[in-house]
Nanobody, 117 residues
Framework: QVQLVDSGGGLVQAGGSLRLSCAAS???????MGWFRQAPGKEREFVAA??????HSADSVKGRFTISRDNAKNTVYLQMNSLKPEDTAVYYC?????????????WGQGTQVTVSS
């Protein structure tokens, strides 16, 4: 069964930190894994991706968010530091077995992150 399970969201004050986790079933844990987010009234946007040992991140989160993966656990993480109210969104894990991190094939159910000012 294809499955990505996101977790770790919550309510945090500005300047705080959260770590999101995404547990993947074997078939969905690909070489290309990423995180996207969608704020109310806005389109879903790219946050960060890891392609093997290489990472990419959006300019808005560079220096604050770090994506990593544990291949032994089929899990990808998003460490979020120095959070800002504008980071408030539902965060989605994504898997791109076809190799294009901008066009994922599988999605997690999403986890809510709320940053208060």
């Amino acid at each position: 069964q294809v499955q990505l399970v996101d977790s770790g969201g919550g309510l945090v004050q500005a300047g705080g930190s959260l770590r999101l986790s995404c547990a993947a079933s074997g078939r969905t844990f690909s070489n290309v894994m990423g995180w996207f987010r969608q704020a109310p009234g806005k389109e879903r946007e790219f946050v960060a991706a890891c392609i093997g040992g290489t990472t990419h991140s959006a300019d808005s989160v560079k220096g604050r968010f770090t994506i990593s993966r544990d291949n032994a656990k089929n899990t990808v993480y998003l460490q979020m530091n120095s959070l800002k109210p504008e980071d408030t969104a539902v965060y989605y894990c994504a898997s791109s077995p076809r190799g294009d991190y901008r066009r994922p094939d599988y999605w997690g159910q999403g986890t809510q992150v709320t940053v208060s000012s």
